[in-house]
Each structure stands twice: as structure tokens, then as C-alpha cells.
């Protein structure tokens, strides 16, 4: 066979099939060469840090670092902060060889104990060769060489990082200057940079030996320290303990919500815990009207924010979900909420809480004592009560001591009658009840006279009376007192008041008909294409469309129209992108574009780590669509979302936890956005705002997931999952993640039976290899080695021919960004130009809205930097012909455009694995081998035949193992 050229292996696109020959790339072509005939490849050089000599050797010079003995007494650097504290850090420089011809490699080894101190310390290293930046510092397809975290990455044992050199640095070159600056924090979503960049505070984690060399992975030199694996232990159960404690931080939320905190200052996660309260036995909202009622004067409270300013459609709570869980509480108490639906938006709190003194602890909920009138104590008493299981118990300290309701409640013009039951001694003479008024703005309108116990009757008395309320006034509170040292018991409050009047009421079904209509109108014009905004913008659709059908049909879809945002947003059939006003689908990335892969990965550029785990919203969908008034089960859909959840199986890994317990962690490191490294430990589904451990197995009740599950709670490791329930991080949206842990998805889990099914990464697994071809990634078992491989890597305006990888062994770690070679016409006038620039490699794209953020990303402190890869030329991969602009109208320079980075083939070679790939649905390439006779098909175990071409279909992909080659 005659070889072609690479131009030529796809011309005339939508060919049926396309032959790749047997290459040998030029430096230019990215593609390194490899040792073979079993020759183990080794570094080209390599420096120790703080060993004399070699440092001498290679012309180490450092400023502010200093010398250590480090993990297992081997000699190291760390880089120290500036002083005063900078964003810049520490740098230390060298000089190592490298290869004149050939594509070369930089790899530094670290101490994988070393973790940062706090979450806000997750310092950064990043290399720069004569001077400028090689990569960028955040999410570029070449990163930082290290990123610090909370958890050890390798606990016990020394890891290396791995990064490509430009081969415009180092060809004619026999040596390179490479320096490794510190740098402080970076935190993603700062929009401007004095909330990206952070100030580096304390020393970097330490640097121990960095490497040139020519192969991807090479093998360290004898006497090379690496630590033995000590193996791990399981961690000792206390979820007993754990589950108590979020049990009474849930319980301490309901009592808040009901009695303590104003309505109006609710979000959606808020009012959604109370009303899920109302169903719930053990929280005091059960059966409650006045959680009913709250709940509404909470969504009155939006309503009336959204009349102010738009912007509360858009940017409050989840912004993509709009107004969907106004929706969600309709289908959840629809039958229930009927009386307050009938009563018209209130413009504050009406009605005054825990009249009965039932909820709290030392003291009630929803009472509080004025700082000025704090002469005594005020309790909450059990053991003298009128009604109920508790009164207010006040005791003076000799001046007056007043208890009042946390809140004001609104008050209409008339008159307000009151009753409440005291209790003293009969010798008491100062216990009374008052009404005080206040006017809109806040002002004194007046207040009721004192109402005294009567002296001389001992046990409960009454005291009730009914008041005018004075002109203009809107609030009132009730007041409690005692002085003279008098000791007194309140219970059994009623209040009768007047209901609030305003100027122009509206009635709560029409305005609840208005922002469920507007939410859903806005939204479906503006739908998200990243897999999980797609789905926060189609749940909160869906959960106002289903709001609609009960409040106003006639605005309503029927359901199947609005059941398909939801199958959009899970791959189910293809995205439409965002409607036009008349409700014509835009198909801004074609007829065959879905936002998740056919396997069930989710959809970005490239494989997702954190943001791929999207559990907690697939359970989320799948409540809503089969629960509430008008629900309906969905089986189809329930298969889905299982084989979505259970996908993400491939992509846990063995860890251990920072006291050495074993784990299953998620692979992060070939996650193409925002990973921290390592991953969490996570089994089935990881914690986040939204989804707990159990969440998916309690409601999809899938035997595998439900082994999984198990496998967790045999290690030890569900009680550390449940930290974040504990946490002030986001209180009311984790709050409602916590409600539902404690009041239905534990209770649920402990009532499925253990399968016995246990994840597929398992040191003791049997070997597997999954591919996905729409996402371009690869997990692969291999006795007791992982490799896991994205080949589409942050690609964001054109194919980059880069790859990232990550290695693992029961004893070893290996990441790395490396070179592959793709296949497909390249178009000379269809390229982009790596840009100059040292933050980020690309400019956001947000769905078509403009981004705040510069392209590039936020300006650094310190002069300016020039990037080491700047002006290298990319070519865009073709698209399909029905995609209007992957760039979704944006001209912006460096926009990240969807579909252009990803190639239609393939080859990647690391580690003596060997990974081909089609990632096209109508192509069919052939690919002639030029591994060793040793070399296997990893799916199969049968040996490659040398110079018999293959043949890979659409969707398929080829993996092999050649031991020659490691």
C-alpha cells in the first residue's frame, strides 16, 4: 500500500470509508517517536532539587525557595511566598538537556502527602522556558504542571506531572532553560481579578526532580525514590453519629423556617424545604397550615422582587431554572395549597409563628428578647404547660424583661383581638400583654394599653382583649412582660387580626400564572448546550409548563411537548438549541446534535468530571415528571437515567482518604474543566449543593447502583460524604439537600437488599475496557493498572493534537498532557493562531450571551507575559454542513466553538497502550498497525497481526497493549 498523505486521507467529505496509512510524523506533526524492541525508554536528563551537585550540574539558581528533606528523607525545594504577600511566589530555574530533533517532555515529581492547609490555599506551579509561560494558568490544554488540594494525591508515594515542550523551543537545541514560578489561588468564577487572583500566603508543595525526555512516559533511572504502597485500611463506621448530626441541623432548618426567618427573604430551596416539611412527621411544619401559608408569602416575596427588577428571572437561585420550583411546589400540595392560593400576594409576613411555644430548644422559636429590655431570662419550659408540651417561661431580673416574635406581621385597618394564657404564683403583679404598631415606613403608630395578670389568682388566666389598630398603621408585634423580679409563663397565643390591605392587589393564582409563564418563555429562547445548564434550563421548563396545566391550562403545553426538554437534556433525542419567540427550533448545532452521548456520558468539549456527575438533577427530573399532581410513571426515561448514573462507574478509581482508608475517587484528571486533583471520594453519586451519595440509589433503586452504594458504607466512607450537610456553604440550598437525605433517602436505602455488585475499578475487578466515541475518551483496566485517556482535550477553537492521560497503579501515578495524532482534511483556510496570551487559552462562549470575562482571562498582576506556544497554527475539523456556527455568533477571538476541536480519527500511543479511534457516525478508516508482535487487543486478548490493516467502523475504537513499547 503506497503511503497518502494526511491532506488526502479525508477529501471528499462524507466518503464511506478513508485509509490511514502507516506513518513515521515529522516533529512537526506532533507525533513522538517511539523506542520499540523492548528498550525501556528512559529521561534525557533530570535534575534533583537540593542535592548539591546536581544542582551545580544544571545551573539551579532560586529566590525565595529553600532547601528540604522532604517525603521518605528524600532532598527537595519549596517555593515561599513574597513578602508583603503576592499572587507571585517563589521561582527556582535550571538547565536540562534536551533533543535537537525530536518532540521533547518536561515532567516534575512530587511528594503526593503534601496538601494545601485550607481550601482557599490550592496553590499553583507553572513552568516557563526563557522567560515566557509555557501553557496557561487555568483550564489551557497545557496547564499548570501542579495544583495543590485539600486531599493527598498519592499518600506515601511520590507522583509526576507531565507536559509537552513547544517543539519551536527546542529544536537545534541541545540544553533549555526552564524555570517553575509559584503562584497563589486562583478561583474560577471570579469575574474580575481581584476576586480570580488570590495572594500565595504559604510555601508551595515540594519539588523534587524534574525530567527531559522524548517519549511520552519514560521509566525513572535506578535509585530513583518512588515509596512503596503501604496497603489501606477501612475506615472505622460513623455514620451513626454523621447522620444524627445533619438529622438535627434539618430539624433546627424547619423550625427556623417556620417560625423564625421572614418569608420574604426565602429562596426556592427555602420555601421547598417547609413545604417538603409538611409532609414530613418529624419536623414541626407537619400538617402546619402556617407552612403552607409561608411557603406562599415566600413566592410572593419573588413575585414581587421579579415586578421590581427582571433580573430575579435570570440571576437569583439557580439562574437557568427560573421559576421552575414555583411549579414544583404546585405539583407537590397542589390539593393542600388551595385556601392560600385563594388569598391575594401579600407584601410581608402575615401572622405571627409559634404561638404555642411548641418548637425550639433552651428557648422558642420564632421569640426573641430586644437588647434594650434583656433584664432576666426567658426559656422555653416543658414542664409547665397549659396545652401542648411547652410554654415561654420569663423571669425578671428586677427591670422590666420583654419577649417579642423575631418578625412584625402585616396588619390591615380594624381591630386585632388577642388572647393568651398566663401563668404566676397569684402574688404577681407585673405579668402584661401589649400590642405595639408601626406604620410602613417603619414609624410608631401607636400601641395597645397594658393588659396585667389579676393578683391573687394563681394558675392560668386568661388575658385577651381586642384593640383598634391605629390609622396608618401596616405591622404589629405582640409584647410579653414581667418585672420586679416576677417569674411568669405564657402559653396557648391566638391572635385575630385584619388582613393587610393593598393598593392594587393581586390575586396569588394570577401572579404565580405570570412568573411561570414568563419563566418558561424566556427560558426555552435561551436554552443552554452544555449538558447540565441544558438540563437546569429544562427542568425548570418542564416544572413550569406542569405548574401551568394546574393553574391555568389554557396556557399550558401538552406534555409530551414539554416532557421533551427533559429527553433533550439527557441525550434522548437531539438538541434543538433555543426556540425562536413563535416557538420554531434554531438547531444551532444541527439535526443530530445531543447533549449527551449514546453511552450516556455528559456532553461538553471533552470527558466531564465534576460537572458530568449529574445524579442529583436526574433525580430531580425524574420526581418531577412521575410525581405531584399529574404525574406519571416513565420507564423509558428511568433506563436512562440509570444508564447515566451508572456510566459514570468506569470513571472511579481506587484512593485512599488523608488518614490512609481506602476510597473510590473520581478520575478528574482528564476532566476538561475546573477538576481539582485528586478527584472526590465518590461511589455512586458524589455530594454536592444538589445530590447526596444516596440520592440516585434511594429513587432509581437499580441493583448495581444499590452494591455500589453498599461498597461505600463497607469502607467507612458515607459519614465524610455528609461534611458538606454540616456546612454554613450555601445554607438553604443544602439545607433541602440534607432534608431530603434525612426525611427519604436514607430511610429508603436502608430498605434495599445489598446486590453484591461492586464498582468495576477494583484493584480485584476483572479487566475492561470502555470507550466513548462521542466524547473521545478511554477507561481501560489492565490487571492492576488503570489508564484512563481524553483524547478530545480542551480543543476549544481547533484540533490541538494533544491528549490527556492518567496512569495508575496500586503503587505508582503518572498524569500527563501528551502528543497524539488526528486525522482529517485540513483546510488552510479554516485555522486558528494560538493567541498570545498567559491566563487562559480562550475566550468564553456562554451560549451566545456575552461574557464579562476578557478574552484570555483576567489581567494578571505583574507585566506582561508572552506565551511559549503563541503563534502556533491549528486547523478547525470539519462539521456538519447543517451547523450554522459552532461559534453561536460570537467574533470574539479564541471563543471556545463546539464540534471544530474534536477529529474524526484518533491515534494515541502512551505507556505501550495504543488507543484508535473513530469517532465519526459515518466514516469508516483503516489503520495499519506498527507495534511489536506482542502487542494485544485488550477487549479481545488476541495477539495484532504486523502489516494486516484494521478496519474501525463508525463509533468504534481500537485498544492495545504493547509491553515492548513500555
Known amino acids: 500500500m503506497n503511503p497518502i498523505s494526511r491532506r488526502s486521507v479525508l477529501r471528499g467529505a462524507g466518503a464511506a470509508a478513508a485509509s490511514l496509512p502507516l506513518w513515521s510524523p515529522s516533529p512537526a506533526s506532533a507525533a513522538p517517536e517511539q523506542e520499540r524492541g523492548g528498550s525501556r525508554p528512559a529521561a534525557l536528563d533530570a535534575v534533583v532539587f537540593g542535592d548539591p551537585a546536581s544542582e551545580r550540574a544544571h545551573h539551579v539558581t532560586a529566590e525565595l525557595s529553600d532547601v528540604i528533606s522532604g517525603g521518605l528523607g528524600q532532598p527537595g525545594r519549596v517555593l515561599r511566598p513574597q513578602e508583603p504577600a503576592s499572587w507571585w511566589g517563589g521561582t527556582v530555574s535550571f538547565t536540562l538537556r534536551v533533543d535537537p530533533d525530536k518532540a521533547n517532555y518536561v515532567t516534575v515529581k512530587f511528594w503526593g502527602d503534601d496538601v494545601s492547609p485550607r481550601a482557599d490555599q490550592d496553590w499553583r506551579l507553572q513552568i516557563f522556558l526563557d522567560g515566557d509561560v509555557l501553557g496557561w494558568f487555568d483550564q489551557g490544554v497545557v496547564d499548570n504542571i501542579d495544583v495543590i488540594d485539600l486531599a493527598p494525591r498519592l499518600p506515601g508515594r511520590f507522583y509526576c506531572h507531565t507536559l509537552p515542550l513547544p517543539l519551536s523551543r527546542t529544536r537545534g537545541r541541545r540544553t533549555l ?219 425578671s431580673a428586677g427591670q422590666n424583661m420583654l419577649v417579642t416574635p423575631a418578625s412584625r406581621s402585616l396588619v390591615g385597618p380594624g381591630e386585632l383581638t388577642y388572647s393568651v394564657w398566663v401563668n404566676t404564683d397569684g402574688a404577681a403583679r407585673t405579668p402584661h400583654v401589649l400590642v405595639q404598631f408601626w406604620n410602613a415606613s417603619g414609624g410608631y403608630a401607636g400601641g395597645s394599653p397594658d393588659h396585667f395578670v389579676t393578683t391573687g389568682a394563681d394558675g392560668w388566666q386568661e388575658l385577651t382583649r381586642t384593640v383598634p389598630v391605629p390609622a396608618g398603621a401596616t405591622e404589629y408585634e405582640l409584647w410579653l412582660c414581667n418585672a420586679a423580679g416576677e417569674t411568669a409563663w405564657y402559653d396557648d397565643v391566638t391572635i385575630t387580626a385584619p388582613p393587610p390591605v393593598a393598593a392594587d392587589p393581586v390575586p396569588r393564582r394570577r401572579a404565580y400564572r405570570d412568573m411561570m409563564l414568563a419563566s418558561r418563555e424566556y427560558w426555552r429562547q435561551h436554552q443552554r448546550h452544555y449538558t447540565n445548564q441544558a438540563q437546569f434550563t429544562a427542568i425548570g421548563i418542564y416544572e413550569c409548563n406542569r405548574g401551568l396545566a394546574l393553574l391555568s391550562p389554557a396556557d399550558a403545553w401538552p406534555e409530551e411537548r414539554a416532557k421533551r426538554w427533559i429527553y433533550e437534556s439527557l441525550g434522548m433525542v437531539p438538541w434543538r438549541g433555543p426556540e425562536t419567540p413563535d416557538g420554531e427550533a434554531t438547531w444551532r448545532l444541527g439535526h443530530d446534535y445531543h447533549v449527551a452521548s449514546p453511552k450516556g456520558l455528559t456532553r461538553e468539549l471533552g470527558y466531564v468530571a465534576d460537572y458530568g456527575e449529574i445524579a442529583g438533577m436526574l433525580v430531580r427530573m425524574y420526581e418531577v415528571v412521575t410525581g405531584g399532581k399529574g404525574g406519571a410513571p416513565d420507564e423509558r426515561l428511568r433506563r436512562r437515567m440509570v444508564e447515566m448514573v451508572k456510566v459514570r462507574g468506569w470513571f472511579r478509581h481506587p484512593g485512599e482518604d488523608a488518614d490512609g482508608h481506602r476510597g473510590m475517587r473520581i478520575e478528574t484528571q482528564i476532566g476538561w474543566r475546573n477538576e481539582p486533583y485528586p478527584g472526590d471520594l465518590v461511589y455512586v453519586q458524589r455530594t454536592d449543593w444538589d445530590g447526596h451519595p444516596l440520592q440516585a440509589v434511594a429513587v432509581l433503586q437499580d441493583p448495581a447502583l444499590t452494591g455500589w452504594a453498599h461498597q461505600m458504607v463497607e469502607d467507612g466512607q458515607l459519614a465524610p460524604q455528609l461534611d458538606l450537610f454540616l456546612s454554613t456553604s450555601l445554607y438553604t440550598r443544602v439545607g433541602l439537600n440534607a432534608f431530603r437525605f434525612v426525611s427519604r433517602d436514607w430511610p429508603a436505602f436502608q430498605r434495599l437488599r445489598d446486590s453484591g455488585a461492586r464498582l468495576p475499578a477494583r484493584w480485584e475487578a476483572p479487566d475492561f475496557v470502555f470507550t466513548d466515541e462521542t466524547v473521545a475518551c478511554v477507561a481501560v483496566k489492565r490487571g492492576k493498572e488503570l489508564f484512563y485517556a481524553s483524547l478530545y482535550w480542551r480543543a476549544r477553537q481547533a484540533v490541538n493534537d494533544l491528549a490527556r492521560v492518567h496512569l495508575l497503579t496500586p503503587q505508582s501515578e503518572r498524569s500527563a498532557t501528551v502528543r497524539e495524532t488526528s486525522v482529517f482534511d485540513r483546510d488552510p483556510e479554516n485555522v486558528f493562531i494560538v493567541q498570545d496570551w498567559a491566563a487562559w487559552d480562550f475566550a468564553i462562549n456562554d451560549s451566545g450571551e456575552v461574557s464579562t470575562v476578557p478574552a484570555g482571562g483576567p489581567a494578571y498582576p505583574g507585566p506582561k507575559l508572552h506565551q511559549a506556544f503563541a503563534g502556533e497554527k491549528q486547523y478547525l475539523a470539519p462539521i456538519p454542513a447543517d451547523v450554522p456556527d459552532p461559534a453561536f455568533g460570537s467574533t470574539t477571538v479564541g471563543v471556545e466553538k463546539v464540534l471544530v476541536g474534536k477529529a474524526p480519527f484518533y491515534v494515541l500511543e502512551y505507556a505501550g497502550y495504543i488507543v484508535v479511534m473513530n469517532t465519526t457516525t459515518d466514516q469508516t ?42
Open 177 to 395: 532553560e526552564i524555570e517553575i514560578r509559584a503562584m497563589g489561588r486562583i478561583y474560577p468564577y471570579g469575574a474580575t481579578p481581584e476576586t480570580y487572583y488570590y495572594p500565595m500566603t504559604t510555601p508551595s508543595r515540594g519539588l523534587y526532580r524534574a525530567y527531559t525526555h522524548t517519549t511520552p512516559h519514560f521509566t525513572p533511572a535506578a535509585g530513583d525514590v518512588f515509596g512503596e504502597a503501604t496497603p489501606p485500611g477501612v475506615r472505622p463506621n460513623t455514620d451513626a453519629a454523621r447522620i444524627a448530626a445533619v438529622r438535627a441541623r434539618v430539624l433546627a432548618d424547619q423550625e427556623t423556617l417556620l417560625y423564625t426567618k421572614a418569608p420574604a427573604s426565602f429562596d426556592g430551596w427555602a420555601y421547598i424545604t417547609l413545604l417538603d416539611g409538611y409532609y414530613w412527621p418529624d419536623s414541626p411544619a407537619y400538617r402546619n397550615p402556617d407552612a403552607l401559608e409561608r411557603v406562599c408569602q415566600a413566592i410572593d416575596g419573588r413575585y414581587r422582587a421579579w415586578r421590581t427588577d427582571d433580573r430575579v428571572l435570570t440571576a437569583s437561585d439557580q439562574q437557568w431554572e427560573g421559576f421552575g420550583r414555583v411549579g414544583l411546589a404546585l405539583t407537590r400540595a397542589w390539593d393542600d395549597l388551595q385556601d392560600a392560593l385563594d388569598r391575594d400576594v401579600v407584601t410581608g409576613q402575615v401572622g405571627l409563628a409559634n404561638l404555642g411555644f411548641e418548637a425550639g430548644g433552651t428557648t422558642p422559636a420564632g421569640w426573641t428578647v430586644p437588647g434594650w429590655a434583656a433584664n432576666g431570662i426567658h426559656a422555653r419550659d416543658t414542664t409547665v404547660t397549659r396545652g401542648g408540651k411547652a410554654s415561654l417561661k420569663i423571669v
Open 925 to 966: 478508516f483503516t489503520w495499519r498497525p506498527s507495534c511489536s508482535a506482542r502487542a494485544a487487543d485488550l477487549r479481545t486478548g488476541r495477539r495484532v497481526t504486523l502489516g494486516r490493516p484494521v478496519r474501525l467502523g463508525p463509533q468504534s475504537t481500537l485498544v492495545l497493549y504493547d509491553p515492548d513499547a513500555r
